[in-house]
């Protein structure tokens, strides 16, 4: 225990009695103590400081690190990039498309199958199944969704398959219309056609990548790669999304065009004439043409071929383009994109009571019931036993909707519908006949 505090010698003579003694040293205990207290928080406020300031230089040096670290990263993703861009040796090169082409998953997945629609051959009607490949015998099996498979189960010898359809083309989107296109496959042998019905994109995509790869080099419109493949099912769900809006794919892309359009900002005049003035002199330093030259400038300068030019209104610099200018410069676009495509001898579409005969660049054309082309009723070849090409009868025509109501004639006066009168690739499939 601490001693008391002793009063100076000095206080002796000021008769201060006990009581005011005994106050003094309580009054000397409580600052002794105060100053201990505060002695100690300016201890720990040294050391607390101390602390931040070595957490500070370790935090800088941390940081300097971090920064070395991101520069090298860096510098390993652009070489890591170039190497990808630029493989050296043939190695490398065959190892990448052996990458693209590889489809281990999807053959897994198709392994142990999917309960999907297969479609009869006898009735057309569609059946829930069980259906799997086997990749060691090259074989399709299915069963009862509810069975699993076995010996017992339906096989289809994929080595017999002439051709693989997939999409509005298979036989099954045309028995079922309604149905996604991008969800149906057929495979076609010389006896008969199989038609199955996918319950979602996984599933069709692994059955046709595993089916194409099983029949690659004996049957016909195989996929050798999931890019392929899934470019050829965006392009189906765009067709099929502008025929069902009975709209064509030009018009679609011009609208889409149109509204990006739109949105754009406006850009500012001092700007945008600073961007065309920098661009300008920039092809005069490089020995280029005055201006740059665009889509319709090439196509003019082709030889032996004529396009119709877009319109000359053009919205000033800076400033947004109306919607009538839009509406202008896409009505010269389509105009431009039909003309290209290529039309019949005659320039135009058929009227009603006239004769017009195949162009022979298909084999065959679907009917349907009705213009919206929902339900498929027959089709028909567009060449005789002779390969001399038919010839039919306009009943009706709607252009706007790319249909054409015709009949066939002498032996083919039964067969009618509605069928395309320009297929997906800008061909036209009937001309008018010659008199």
């Known amino acids: 225990m601490a001693s008391q505090p002793k009063p100076p010698p000095h206080w002796a003579g000021l008769g201060l009695g006990s009581g005011a003694e005994s106050a003094l040293k309580q009054q000397l205990q409580e600052a002794q103590a105060a100053n201990e207290a505060l002695n100690a928080k300016l201890q720990a406020a040294k050391d607390l400081w101390q602390r931040l300031e070595e957490a500070e230089l370790k935090e800088c040096e941390a940081r300097k690190q971090l920064t070395v670290c991101q520069a090298q990263l860096e510098k390993l993703k652009a070489e890591l990039e170039k190497r990808i861009r630029r493989p050296k040796g043939r190695v490398t090169a065959r190892l990448l ?21 297969k479609v009869t051959e006898k009735h057309g009607k569609t059946e829930v199944r069980r259906v799997a490949v ?12 509810r069975e699993c498979l076995g010996e017992s189960s339906k096989t289809l010898d994929l080595t017999v398959v002439q051709k693989i359809e997939y999409g ?9 219309p309604e149905a996604s296109p991008w969800l149906c496959f057929s495979l076609i042998t010389a006896e008969r056609s199989y038609d199955f019905i996918s319950s979602n994109e996984n599933s069709a995509r692994c059955f ?5 790869r099983l029949c690659e080099g004996k049957a016909d419109g195989g996929f050798r790669s999931r890019r392929q493949f899934e470019s050829a099912k965006g392009w189906c769900k765009l067709k099929t999304g502008c025929q069902r809006r009975g709209s064509t794919m030009q018009k679609a892309i011009l609208s889409a065009l149109q509204q990006a359009a739109e949105s754009l900002p406006a850009i500012p005049a001092s700007e945008s004439e600073s961007l065309v003035a920098d661009s300008t002199a920039a092809v005069q330093q490089e020995g280029l043409a005055e201006k740059p030259m665009d889509l319709f400038d090439f196509c003019d300068e082709l030889k032996g071929e004529s396009s119709p030019k877009l319109p000359a209104a053009q919205p000033k610099i800076g400033q947004r ?47 349907y019931r009705s213009a919206d082309s929902n339900e498929w009723v027959n089709e028909m070849t567009c060449r005789g036993q002779n390969s001399e090409r038919r010839m039919v009868n306009i009943v009706s025509v709607l252009p706007q909707q790319n249909m054409v109501e015709i009949r066939g004639t002498d032996k083919l006066k039964f067969v009618k519908g509605w069928a395309r009168m320009v297929d997906d690739n800008g061909q036209w499939l009937l001309e008018e006949a010659p008199k």
Request: charge should be positive.
């Open 97 to 117: 498309r052996n990458l693209e082409s590889n489809i281990a998953r999807e053959m897994c997945d198709a392994r142990q199958g999917f309960v999907i629609q």
């Open 134 to 145: 086997c990749p060691s015998t090259s074989r399709l099996k299915w069963c009862h969704a």
């Open 168 to 176: 509005p083309g298979s036989r099954a989107f045309k028995l079922y």
């Open 208 to 212: 046709v990548l595993s089916i194409s």
């Open 321 to 367: 383009p109306s919607t009538t200018s839009l509406a202008a410069v896409s009505r010269g676009l389509t105009r431009w994109i039909s003309s290209s495509s290529g039309s019949p001898a005659g320039g135009g579409w058929p009227r009603p009571g006239e004769t017009w005969v195949f162009t022979g660049i298909v084999d065959h054309v679907d009917l």
